[in-house]
Every structure is written in C-alpha cells, then in structure tokens.
C-alpha cells in the first residue's frame, strides 16, 4: 500500500487534520450510543481492506509529521523513554516485532533483509538506512526499542512476567493521554492501573491479567480505549500539563469543532518470543468534531454516548469542563434516528 | 482453542537417552523456520492415535536462540495413557506430528542474583534450556539432578561437561540424595529455586525451602500431570443444555472435544488455568488434581479444572 504523508504539526499552530479517507478509517470506539468499562479484548487479526486493523501495526498519512513530534518530545525530555537492565532481550524482541511487520505490510516504504544475526533496514519515508548485527547494541545509534519507536507510530511499553504479574519494566512514550512511564515505570499491573474508577469493583483488571499471564506467542489481542483532547496534542502528558491543561478552559460553542477531538487508542498486547515479556502498543488516532460529524451515525452516536457517561469517568478522562458544550454542538447534527449495530459508518 | 494454531513438524532424529527417554528432534514439515522461544517453554503435541486423539505438553530443550528445530524428552511412563507409550513405539524418523505455539509457565526469574535448579527424572527437560539462558546472560546457577541409576538418568554427562562444577548429579542407587537443606540453606539474598520432577519432590522442595525460610517469591516449580483415571461420569453443561458421558480414562476436556465442544484450554496439566470452569452443582465431591486453584477454591466446589479434574459422584453441572 503506497501512502502519502502529510506535513503538520501537533503543537504551536496545531496544523493537524485528517483528510477524507483518513476520516472513513477513522476506529470509532463506540459499537452502541452508551459506554461502559469492560474487557473489551478482542484477537488482533487482520481487519477489512484500507481500515486501521488491515495490518498489526498501522502506518498512515500522519507518520511523517507524528516522528517528528516524538523527536521533539524525546529531546525536550530524555525520560521518556526507559528501560531497566533485564529488559534488552524484550527491547530486540520489540525491534523484530515491528520491523517485520512494517516491511511486510507497507514493503513500498519499509525493508528488511536478514542474514543470519546481519540486519538491513531501510525506511524510506524517514530517509534511514541502517545495518546492524541483531543482538549488538553497539551497533545502533539507540538502544532498540527507542530506534524503532523513533520510526514507528505509537507508544509503546514492555512488561516483565513474572511472580504471576506484569511488570511494566520499559517503555517509549510521548503521545499518551495524560499518564507517564517516567511515574509507572517499575509497577505492576494492579499498581500502574489503580487510578481507574469504577473498574476495579468490577473486576475487569483481574480478569485482564489472568487473561494476560496466559498470551501466547504470534497470537496478539487488542482493544480500543477513548479519551478527548482539546487540540490535536499528541503529547498531552502529565509533565507538561502546564501546557495543555489549560486548553479544557478554551472551549466555547463556537470552537468546539475544530478545538474538540475524539482521542482513540488502539491497543496491542503482544507476547514477545526471547523474553516472554509483553509489548503493549498504544497507537493514538485523532479527530475534530468538525471531521466526526460528516459521518452521519457517529454524528448521533458520540452525543448520545457522552450524555449517558458516568460522571466519575467523564471526571477520570478529564471532559467535565466542556463535555457539556460539545454535547450542545453535536447535538445539532443528532436527528433522533436510530444508530444501527457496530462501529464504522453506515 | 482450536486446532488452526497447530503447526506441522517432521521428526528429524530420535535418540535414546536413557534406558525409558527418547529425545526427539522437531522440524518445520514446510522447513519453514521454527518461532523463537524463551527458556522454560514448553508445546503440546498433537499425536493421532488410531482409536483418538492425543495432546501432552513438553518442555522445549535445547538453546532458545537455536530455531532450525525443537528438542523434546519423553519418558515412557509405565501406566501411560497413550502419549508416551504412542511417541516411543508408533513415532519414527520423518513422522509428522502437530505442535502448538510454545508458552511459558516456568521462566526464569529475570531479576534473580542467583538460580537454584532442582530436577528429579525427566523434570531435567525445562532445565536444559533454561541453563543454556543462564549461561549465555553470564547468571551464577547452581543444578542438581537426582536420577535412579545412570541407565536411567538423561543428559547427565552432557549437562556437567557444558557446566562442570555448577551441576551436581545424584544416582540413587547409590544411595545419594539432593542435600537440599544444606543447598537452600547457604544460598545468598535474592537468589530464586526451581524445582522439575515427580509431585512428592516437588512437595518435599518446597516444603525444605519454606522451613529454610525461603520467600513464595522466589520459589517455582512446574509439574505437568496426566489426568488420573477414576469412574465414569455425567456432565451436563448448563448454557447449551447438553449431556456428555466422561469415560474412566478420559479427561472432561477431552470427552467435551471429543462431542465437538470447543472448550478453553492451554496446557492441559492443571498448571496455566486456561480452562477454569464455574460449576453449577455436582452430586459428589470434585477430586481437584490441578496445581492451579487455590485450596480455598478447591474447598469451595464452585470451580473445577477440567482437563484434569474429576467428580466421585455421577453428574456435575458446568458454565459452558
């Protein structure tokens, strides 16, 4: 699949946008018009033609521009990317992992030729021609979970099994919604997922892990999670909330179109080979409500779902200060008519 | 779950390595290269027996890093209910078997200072792995093997030509033993147990190292048993309403299979919990033989194992 990139940006003039196609392919997260926190875990298997799920890992239109955003982020602030000693295995499982899968899925922009422990990597988009010996640090400019991640869409953290838990021992992330590896590394499970309302009575983070313990190599799982940003930031992290907090305050009816994005993650969970760890990849997906709305059943959904959220998770994703304008905007577009099953449009 | 995942292997060389072991070497029937894997896996083979179908886990031996091929050990165990006797007299040189995708329940502790690796029999098999892992990541370990005889003991010359001093083997009939007091007792802070072998061994590791004050942390083992056989019974499955008969040498799991029920499962020897079952009622006790439930859930008869587990009544009602 040849792909064009976009020139934007995720900060200062916030240039971002999605074009038509993008739009289409957009992973609404919303399969009914209310929400509800369950282990929404599903096999991550190839999914329709041209959608976000057609390959294991989803390069688009906006690769270009969100390296460059991770480049800046990472030279602002070195901590976020980390990874304890024991997790050099992982981080070379980490590098097959992607490396394979973005040149079998996107060969016209990607290719690796592997002889033995020789390694040749090429990405065009980024203009990055590499050989190194897998295996041998040395002979990368990063260690390689960073090099890779450098070229790769998404967040990405590795946990360590073992004591019947996940430890969430490495990690690159700059495009996350409103958490930090510099804080989780280390945790376990339970720890990292503690400030969640509402789902540890339910169980779901029990379940999650018991399910976890057991992933089973070249058998991933993923699922969708959702947040909304005011601005298309991609960095919108604890340590700069000083930035971006601020935002929330901005919007006013007339803005809501092109301020309020819907923030979609979607979720891999892959048992690594060597290490046995699991890599957790979190590719962040934006859109304006201005874009959303030209799809005529998430332009009903989206209202009715953020009218019937829980007050405690609308406060845990941060949306209490303008959820109430935004529902006003969109509902203008919501003609009553009944939303039929599933996620994509109609 | 289902059998979709299963890959096709050629047994590529078999060699007795002790009076009642053969070692069997596995490869890609495509020659396809083989999924890495880490110390301390193991697959479940597929065998096709004449009269049904049989599944066993081994552990993957040989070095993690070598994935032209797998190595498994399999003893031929005296009261074998098919897999062993089947792989020692019906599976030849070029045979295809079905393997599943290797998982591990018995990984080193990456974050251990020191390794303490405790094989009884065959229980040697995880280990072979995971001293070459150890070995290569330059980790202080420590192997001690109790065998029968050296007829019957595997891979004892080879482990202490590759290791030397670090592997201590014991022939019983010679009347020696694991000192394993005096081992657990002169181990420094942080360092981690493993014990392979026979459920009494297992027992009896565990129990010294506790007594020795040793933390559950750093204590693992791993036993993979075959279901016991025991009398028939009745399992009625409460969502689809069906009735299944369970024959005194089958497992629940394997007479669901064996009706066309798909049923969740990984290891098949009560040690991953994959196929934890809610049970609705049961007319008589649940013989809990899993290593997976906690005591207080075995007690409590709302859960049940089933591919290993079984009732002394005539019928159980199970969430399925």
């Not at chain 1, 592997?114 to 988009?125: E, F, K, L, S």
């Not at chain 2, 008969?245 to 669901?256: K, P």
Request: a negative charge.
């Amino acid at each position: 699949m040849t792909l064009t990139f976009k020139e934007e940006t995720f900060r200062d003039d916030f240039t971002f946008s999605n074009s038509p196609k993008a739009i289409r392919r957009f992973p609404f997260p919303f399969h009914e018009d209310k929400y509800m926190y369950s282990v929404n875990i599903e096999p991550h298997t190839p999914g329709a033609q041209g959608s976000a799920f057609e390959f294991p890992i989803d390069i688009d239109e906006h690769y270009v521009s969100e390296m460059r955003d991770r480049a800046l982020v990472l030279e602002a602030d070195p901590r976020r990317c980390q990874a304890l000693p024991h997790m050099m295995t992982a981080q070379w499982d980490t590098l097959e992992l992607l490396m394979t899968s973005m040149a079998e899925s996107y060969p016209e922009h990607f290719r690796l030729t592997r002889d033995g422990a020789h390694w040749h990597w090429i990405n065009r988009p980024l203009g990055i021609e590499q050989k190194f010996t897998f295996g041998d640090v040395s002979t990368l400019p990063y260690e390689p979970m960073e090099y890779i991640a450098r070229q790769c869409q998404g967040d990405f953290s590795i946990q360590d099994q073992r004591d019947n838990q996940l430890w969430m021992d490495a990690g690159i992330v700059t495009t996350q919604a409103d958490w930090s590896l510099d804080f989780d590394v280390g945790m376990n499970f339970f720890e990292w997922h503690a400030p969640v309302p509402l789902a540890h009575e339910k169980g779901v983070f029990e379940r999650a892990l018991k399910f976890l313990l057991n992933l089973q190599c070249g058998r991933p799982v993923r699922r969708l999670n959702w947040t909304m940003t005011v601005n298309p930031r991609l960095d919108t992290s604890p340590e700069n909330y000083h930035k971006w907090g601020i935002d929330r305050a901005s919007v006013t009816p007339e803005n809501v179109g092109n301020k309020v994005h819907l923030r979609v993650e979607l979720q891999g969970l892959w048992r690594l080979p060597r290490s046995n760890a699991i890599l957790f990849s979190i590719r962040c997906y934006l859109i304006k409500m201005s874009e959303l709305v030209t799809v005529p059943k998430w332009r009903r959904r989206l209202p009715r779902v953020l009218r019937t959220l829980p007050d405690e998770i609308a406060d845990y994703k941060g949306l209490t200060r303008y959820r109430a304008t935004t529902i006003d905007w969109l509902s203008q577009y919501d003609d009553g008519a009944p939303t039929s099953l599933g996620c994509g449009p109609d | 779950m289902t059998e979709t995942f299963l890959r096709r292997v050629r047994v590529a060389e078999i060699e007795r390595v002790a009076s009642r072991i053969k070692r069997f070497r596995l490869v890609d029937a495509a020659n396809d290269r083989l999924p890495d894997f880490s110390a301390g896996s193991h697959v479940t083979v597929c065998m096709r027996s004449p009269d049904r179908l049989i599944r066993n886990p081994y552990s993957l031996m040989g070095c993690p890093s070598d994935t032209s091929s797998y190595q498994i050990s399999v003893l031929n165990v005296d009261n074998s209910r098919g897999g062993s006797q089947f792989m020692h007299d019906q599976v030849a040189v070029g045979s295809e078997l079905e393997i599943s995708s290797p998982l591990n329940l018995f990984p080193p502790a990456k974050l251990g200072r020191k390794h303490i690796l405790v094989a009884g029999g065959i229980g040697i098999t995880p280990f072979i792995a995971m001293t070459s892992d150890l070995a290569a990541h330059g980790c202080d370990f420590e192997l001690h093997y109790g065998v029968r005889s050296e007829e019957e003991g595997a891979y004892c010359g080879l482990l202490q030509t590759t290791y030397g001093e670090r592997v201590k083997v014991y022939y019983q009939d010679k009347g020696e033993f694991i000192p394993l007091e005096r081992v657990l007792g002169e181990q420094p802070l942080g360092t981690h147990m493993y014990v392979c072998g026979p459920k009494p061994m297992i027992d009896w590791a565990l129990k010294t190292a506790k007594l020795e004050g040793w933390p559950d942390e750093n204590l693992h083992s791993e036993q993979f048993s075959a279901p016991l056989p025991g009398k028939p019974f009745e399992v009625h499955l409460a969502k689809s309403g069906r009735t299944i008969t369970v024959s005194g040498h089958q497992s629940i799991l394997e007479a669901l299979e064996q009706n066309g029920v798909d049923a969740p499962y990984l290891c098949r020897g009560g040690a991953c919990g994959q196929c934890e079952t809610a049970v609705s009622s049961c007319d008589g006790p649940i013989q809990h033989n899993d290593h997976y439930l906690t005591d207080a859930e075995k007690a409590g008869g709302k859960k049940i194992m089933i591919c290993l587990s079984r009732i002394e009544g005539n019928s159980i009602t199970i969430d399925l």
